[in-house]
């Protein structure tokens, strides 16, 4: 399956990996080196932490590098009044007769308490491409979903340094 990412996600992802390989590589494969030092491995926790701070160091690059091979590279624009990538969206929602505000996101800036809904989400798939006053049905499963109407989209929300999900 591909991922949704804008450029500028890749880009992100591509300035970390830089990161991991150039800055945290160094210090873990030090820290490794520093704690076989110390003796007896079989006994020494440090030995052991360190290793499993270098493999997950290892994992997220190849990670990272996996998500930027198989991207499908989407635009984060959209139509004036249609919801898209980077809005944020106010939706009314009768039945529990709220109001709530999300921004939309690609996946792996997804986070749902800081109000970071996927586009690739039931809601996300729901309310992009929608304009203020469409009502929408959100299907979270086969047996269960919601009706909620679009009250407001704001395209100049101030731009979050929100990280990438890490896994």
Request: avoid cysteine; proline fraction near 2%; hydrophobic fraction near 30%.
């Amino acid at each position: 399956m591909y991922d949704n990412l804008t450029a500028s996600d890749i880009k992100k992802m591509q300035e970390e990996i830089e990161y991991r390989k150039l800055v945290v590589r160094k210090e873990a494969l030090e820290a490794v080196k520093e704690a076989r030092a110390q003796g007896d491995l079989s006994e020494n926790f440090e030995y052991k932490a360190a290793k499993q701070d270098k493999n997950r160091n290892e994992s997220r690059i190849r990670y990272l590098e996996r998500m930027i091979k198989t991207a499908r590279i989407i635009p984060d624009t959209s139509k004036a009044d249609e919801a898209g990538i980077g809005d944020r969206v106010e939706i009314y929602i009768p039945e529990d007769d709220e109001t709530e505000t999300y921004k939309l996101v690609t996946t792996v800036r997804g986070n749902s308490l800081k109000g970071l809904i996927s586009i690739d989400s039931p809601l996300g798939k729901a309310l992009k491409g929608r304009k203020v006053g469409d009502k929408i049905y959100v299907k979270v499963s086969e047996t269960f979903g919601y009706e909620a109407e679009v009250r407001a989209i704001d395209k100049s929300a101030e731009e979050e340094e929100e990280s990438l999900r890490k896994y």
